[in-house]
């Protein structure tokens, strides 16, 4: 007589399911991409005591004068906390300024200073230079590839949102492709 574990290990192991396998190299040229492009403003604002915390915040705030505090937390998705010392140093050091809010005067809106302007645009034109000499190297239609591969790697319930903010000024307008 067979037992029910005997006729358990006599039937054959049903089929596996092989996971593909992890794209290593787009993850690591992905990785490698974005150190050295950030790397280039990195240096820059390293002379000016300021780390790349500060890049963001003054990078969004320079696109997007106006910002409300809590619009700039959503956008970097980072605690109060985490804003606030990189805030103040940008505010001491006349960077950014902060005015209250016309309707609501408890809000708190950011602009770029002039001086906070030409830092924005001088770390935008290093990395605007480091995409220029990528897609230089490409066939002519590859900017609009390149942003529709960058768009879809944006989670699909915040893609509006970013759209919004990279072609809100309209100057971009022309540039876009439909993701």
């Given at each position: 007589?067979?037992?029910?574990v ?11 399911v092989?996971?593909?396998e992890?794209?290593?190299?787009l993850i690591?040229l992905?990785?490698?991409a974005?150190?050295d492009?950030v ?14 915390a ?5 990078h969004?705030?320079?696109r ?9 937390l959503d ?23 902060q ?5 609501d005067?408890r809000?708190?809106l ?16 290093l990395q ?9 190297g ?14 879809g790697?944006?989670?699909?319930e915040e893609?509006?949102?970013v759209a919004q ?8 307008a ?6």
């Amino acid at each position: 007589m067979v037992s029910a574990v005997q006729k358990a290990e006599q039937r054959p192991a049903p089929p596996t399911v092989e996971e593909p396998e992890p794209m290593f190299d787009l993850i690591e040229l992905l990785f490698f991409a974005y150190r050295d492009f950030v790397g280039d403003p990195d240096r820059m604002l390293e002379n000016i005591g300021f780390g790349r915390a500060h890049h963001r915040v003054l990078h969004f705030v320079d696109r997007q004068p106006g910002l409300t505090i809590a619009e700039l937390l959503d956008i970097l998705r980072i605690t109060k906390q985490s804003l606030s010392r990189v805030l103040k140093e940008l505010l001491d050091q006349n960077y950014v300024e902060q005015r209250a809010g016309v309707s609501d005067r408890r809000q708190r809106l950011l602009f770029p200073t002039p001086e906070g302007r030409r830092l924005a645009r001088d770390l935008a034109r290093l990395q605007t230079e480091r995409f220029a000499r990528a897609l230089a190297g490409l066939s002519p239609g590859a900017r609009p590839t390149a942003i529709e591969f960058l768009f879809g790697m944006i989670d699909p319930e915040e893609r509006e949102k970013v759209a919004q903010l990279v072609w809100s000024d309209g100057a971009l307008a022309g540039q876009r492709t439909t993701p």
